[in-house]
DNA sequence: CCTGGAGTTGTCCTA
DNA sequence: TTAGGACAACTCCAG
């Protein structure tokens, strides 16, 4: 009797734990592991540095999992499948959903061809708590506001997904005549460059669930207030795990949920938590829908936006010498971890398009760049939020002042001074306003302005009250 | 079609 | 010192 055999293509889903078609594919016998590297494809938003980095490392775990098995290619994706499909006598594609236009568009391309050629091809939700296209209003178009988004396919339902059982006693296809590793791939720069953000991080599917119970057990606890300050443990840091599909949401998803009928965690903690899942899925569901969303202004009136252009300004920005130490500190966590915490991406980001009034496209790049959670979803519709073109958006006139900002979420200074340790001996009253400290704290704090750190590059009330201007200038719809 | 309530994360000024 | 209102008006969404 002949076994099934059936090629299950890795992509965003690098888990053996909780994957549906992996899980599917593996029911009805053999399976073929794949990942194809395909250079050409994701257009303005090819995959950046920082993820390259983590992807390596993800895959060579994910590779061990499989115990040898993973077989890696280069090139043509649809090419690639049709030749195993034909050297290995494969019965069936399988994979798990993305959602990029660009993979949207392949991938509809690829099921309609083997569709003709009589191969069995399917795709499964892997990523997502609920596909996009199931949570729509009543006259069937798209949310625009997370609330009602959120109430109506989120919160407090059941229709969400458990989680699967870990596929164990995989039988597994190895393609003997591929000589491609991973190590081909060349994922890593020759730059030291990730080096440093190594010791920040866990890659793979083990390290996922890890990060996820040490959350659950230490981090839950005060989150809705904690989640706001750098400095303490509140956050869960699994977003480059769920960019990856190290662990699947789903489960993050029950295992929070469970937490919360123990009594042992306020309700309001879990549902914060919770949320946050939902403002990924409702990302994805404005890329979904909205498939320009990484280019265009989501609100076109915001398409006359008078933006600067100075060069200096954002160079300064990106190395993390803008002067303002909160806002440096941000950006220099993001360039040494390869990962920055919300509160500092909402004032780095306010900075750059409101006080330097550079446009959004550039902190989405760079941030595309220097993540390690890079994900064309959440990443442009939390700069769209953030420019206030977006959907939902801050309005215009919440323009962050990292002075204030700086006093209050990082009051004694310890997540500035760890990564701004040029002025790690300024006292807390003027650590995030150097300029304004009198000669003698500076000499003691031995920092010279100008010299060891910068003065700030704008001056604030100046570009605040021109940020103003710009958004009164715009069109009324 | 109409109506009314609401919309992640702020800052500044005034009393 | 602190609390409350202004900042603008619009679009979204449910009933």
Redesign the pocket.
């Known amino acids: 009797m002949h076994t099934k055999k059936t090629i299950f293509w890795f992509r965003q889903d690098l888990r053996l734990s909780d994957n549906p078609g992996l899980y599917e594919a593996e029911k009805q016998g053999a399976v073929m592991p794949i990942y194809i590297q395909d250079e050409s494809q994701g257009g303005d938003f090819k995959i950046g540095e920082a993820s390259r980095w983590w992807l390596h490392h993800s895959l060579s775990d994910l590779n061990n999992n499989l115990k040898n098995n993973l077989n890696v290619y280069q090139g043509n994706a649809k090419e690639i499948l049709l030749k195993l499909v034909k050297d290995n006598n494969i019965d069936a594609v399988y994979w798990n959903r993305c959602y990029e236009p660009w993979r949207i568009k392949e991938d509809t391309e690829i099921k309609t061809f083997f569709k003709g050629q009589d191969i069995e091809c399917k795709s499964f939700n892997g990523s997502l708590l609920l596909e996009p296209w199931q949570v729509l209003?009543?006259d069937n178009t798209s949310?625009?506001?997370?609330?009602?988004?959120y109430q109506?396919g989120y919160f407090g339902t059941s229709c969400i997904r458990r989680p699967t059982s870990k596929s164990e006693r995989l039988d597994l296809i190895k393609d003997q005549s591929n000589k491609t590793g991973i190590t081909q791939l060349n994922l890593l720069s020759d730059k030291n460059w990730h080096q440093k953000m190594k010791p920040y991080w866990n890659i793979g599917e083990k390290g996922a669930q890890e990060k996820l119970q040490t959350f659950l057990n230490e981090g839950l606890v005060g989150y809705k207030e904690g989640r706001?300050f750098p400095y303490k443990n509140n956050i869960s840091k699994l977003s480059p795990h769920l960019h990856f599909g190290e662990i699947s949401s789903n489960q993050v998803w029950f295992e929070a949920t469970a937490k919360g009928m123990t009594g042992n965690y306020s309700q309001e903690d879990v549902d914060c938590f919770l949320s946050?899942l939902g403002?990924r899925e409702f990302s994805y569901n404005l890329l979904y829908h909205f498939p320009d969303l990484p280019h265009k202004n989501l609100q076109s009136k915001f398409d006359s936006f008078p933006w600067s252009d100075n060069q200096d300004f954002l160079k300064a920005w990106k190395k993390g010498q803008t002067g303002y130490p909160i806002v440096d500190a941000g950006m220099r966590q993001l360039w040494q971890t390869g990962y920055m915490h919300?509160?500092l991406r909402?004032i780095v980001g306010s900075f750059l398009v409101k006080n330097l009034l550079l446009h959004w496209h550039h902190g989405e790049k760079w941030f595309w760049d220097c993540l390690v959670d890079a994900d064309l979803a959440s990443n442009s519709a939390s700069w769209q939020?953030i420019a206030g073109c977006g959907a939902?958006a801050?309005?215009?006139?919440?323009?962050?002042?990292p002075v204030?900002?700086g006093g209050?979420f990082d009051p004694e200074g310890s997540y500035t001074r760890q990564f701004v340790p040029e002025l790690a001996h300024m006292p807390d009253k003027y650590l995030f306003k150097p300029w304004d400290a009198p000669q003698d704290v500076l000499k003691k704090a031995g920092v010279v302005l100008g010299n060891t750190y910068p003065k700030p590059i704008i001056n604030l009330e100046f570009s605040?009250h021109r940020a103003l201007e710009a958004f009164?200038s715009l069109p009324?719809?």
């Open positions: 209003k009543s949310y625009k506001v997370f609330t009602p988004f109506k706001n946050e403002w919300n509160r909402m939020w939902d801050a309005p215009y006139f919440r323009i962050f002042n204030t900002q209050k605040r009164a009324k719809t």
